[in-house]
């Protein structure tokens, strides 16, 4: 089964409006998450690194104040696209990492999100 | 600063013919190297991976993939393809403990014909 669950798996919005996208960890309680963009025929660019309980650490070129993210919880972090503009219409995708411990190495996905921006 | 070189940007195979993918990644440590495959409007799901000892490293699906450290290389192969093999499969390097931090290579497209 689903390891990650995310969140609308696809969503249309009007420009300037804020969209939110869920990725939980289902398995297992998650520290660290992260978000990845993909456009299309585009490998997948690491976006920022969310920490729960802590400020998400974002990759260079990234606007922190137009990507907002929040991990309030060990199983939840979302990603808020703010004031979205086309140019941000994009594949989105989130990634768990499982706690040190646990013995698995392995990253994993969710499903992704489609977002659109009209 | 670790990259990941996928050389073909589409590879189209005939159904029961075999399948290389090439990778080469530049990482001034060892390498942790991920292969992912992903459906069109999928996530990704992860093929193989490899840390350490043996450099012939099977995933699933059939699939199995070599690692090179002379060549800085990772390829991945297929015996004999299946029409269900036709996604975009991505190479990913990771730094330090397992895959905290992925760099991924651009794809490339696999088409299957019959």
């Known amino acids: 089964g689903a390891v990650v669950s995310q969140h609308p798996s696809w969503v249309i919005c009007k420009s300037g409006t804020s969209v939110k996208i869920e990725c939980r960890s289902l398995d297992f309680q998650a520290t660290t998450m992260f978000w990845y963009r993909q456009f299309p025929k585009q490998s997948l660019m690491l976006m920022a690194t969310s920490n729960e309980g802590s400020k998400a650490t974002y990759e260079q070129g990234v606007e922190k104040d137009k990507f907002l993210i929040n991990h309030a919880s060990l199983t939840l972090s979302t990603l808020t696209v703010t004031s979205a503009h086309p140019e941000d219409s994009s594949f989105y995708i989130c990634?768990?990492?499982?706690?040190?411990?646990?013995?698995?190495?392995?990253?994993?996905f969710g499903q992704g999100t489609r977002l659109t921006v009209v | 600063a670790q990259s990941v070189t996928q050389p073909d940007i589409h590879i189209t195979v005939s159904e029961g013919a075999s399948l290389e993918l090439r990778c080469n990644y530049s990482y001034g440590a060892t390498p942790y190297l991920f292969w992912y495959v992903q459906s069109p409007g999928q996530g990704l799901q992860l093929l193989l991976k490899?840390?350490?000892?043996?450099?012939l490293v099977q995933g699933i699906k059939g699939f199995e993939a070599e690692f090179k450290r002379s060549q800085s290389s990772f390829n991945l192969r297929k015996p004999s393809v299946h029409w269900s093999d036709a996604a975009e499969y991505f190479c990913?390097?990771?730094?330090?403990?397992?895959?905290?931090?992925?760099?991924f290579g651009t794809g490339t497209r696999l088409t299957i014909i019959p």
């Open positions: 990634s768990v990492l499982p706690p040190r411990g646990q013995g698995s190495t392995e990253a994993f």
């Open positions: 490899y840390f350490s000892g043996d450099t």
């Open positions: 990913a390097v990771g730094a330090n403990f397992g895959n905290e931090k992925l760099t």
